[in-house]
């Protein structure tokens, strides 16, 4: 696990808090909770689905790569 970068610099456009939806397929709109890489490197984003909070069980987290995704304005 030596080549985690546990503190990626600026890798995407995506930030902590960003209002995002999927581009294709079903609809996913969502914020930002988390930015990372894998152990390959590849940038990944965390988003939770927006409608799916509740009290009990929080939200549905899913695993975007920046290319499914784009900022809503």
Known sequence: MDNINFNPVNPTEFKVGDEIRKTKGYAFIGVVVSVFENTKGQVRIVAE??????????????IFAASQIELLS
């Open 49 to 62: 689905h927006y409608g799916s909070q509740t009290k009990e069980s929080g939200g549905l987290l899913h």
